[in-house]
T-cell receptor, first 115, second 112 residues
């Protein structure tokens, strides 16, 4: 099961910052927080990830609380093209041989940017 | 440019028929994954493969089969045993040491 909780939907005015929250209260010390987004009928697109420090790239900023139980994805100047479903994912490790890093996707937050 | 390619983009199948979805990557990724997405839902893992000639069931493997004969390829067969196959299917790949997933653009399968 997914280990994150996100609001099902949010609106944001074009040009304003979009702040998308995510709760991950059971996160382990070696688990990363990843953010992806999915525009309708396309494959999810990687946005950003982090462990405990805040991170920033050309797309967004990721703010992780000190206790790591929650995080916020910030799109600094939202555009209409940012309308998408945003997924917050905690990377889990599988048990057993040939383990890998599997992602569990929940239903995410549907962000609508309003003109 | 490196990437992951799914084909076809749209696929129609008659009830009772098997159908195979293609997924090819040239990213030199070791791991590959198949997800299913239903309208308004998140992604659910069908199968994954960490190395060639080995694969593991995900959460909803019943009615599906896969093979991993080459590092670059991870085809998914939707068999007649899958009771509700109409969905959007996504393939992804990643390195063994972690990092993010690279997704394909998806195949939309419709049973007619």
């Amino acid at each position: 099961d997914a280990k994150t909780t996100q609001p099902p939907s949010m609106d944001c005015a074009e040009g304003r910052a979009a702040n998308l929250p995510c709760n991950h209260s059971t996160i382990s010390g070696n688990e990363y927080v990843y953010w992806y987004r999915q525009i309708h009928s396309q494959g999810p697109q990687y946005i950003i990830h982090g462990l405990k420090n805040n991170e920033t790239n050309e797309m967004a900023s990721l703010i992780i609380t000190e206790d790591r139980k929650s995080s916020t994805l910030i799109l600094p100047h939202a555009t209409l093209r940012d309308t998408a479903v945003y997924y917050c994912i905690v990377r889990v490790a599988l048990l057993g041989a040939n383990t890998g890093n599997q992602f569990y996707f929940g239903t995410g937050t549907s962000l609508t940017v309003i003109p | 440019d490196g990437g992951i390619t799914q084909s076809p983009k749209y696929l129609f199948r008659k009830e009772g028929q098997n159908v195979t979805l293609s997924c090819e990557q040239n990213l030199n990724h070791d791991a590959m994954y198949w997800y299913r997405q239903d309208p308004g839902q998140g992604l659910r893992l069908i199968y994954y493969s960490q190395i060639v000639n080995d694969f593991q069931k995900g959460d909803i493997a019943e009615g599906y089969s896969v093979s991993r004969e080459k590092k670059e390829s991870f085809p998914l067969t939707v068999t007649s045993a899958q009771k509700n196959p109409t969905a959007f299917y996504l393939c992804a790949s990643s390195t063994q040491t972690g990092g993010g997933y690279t997704f394909g653009s998806g195949t939309r399968l419709t049973v007619v």
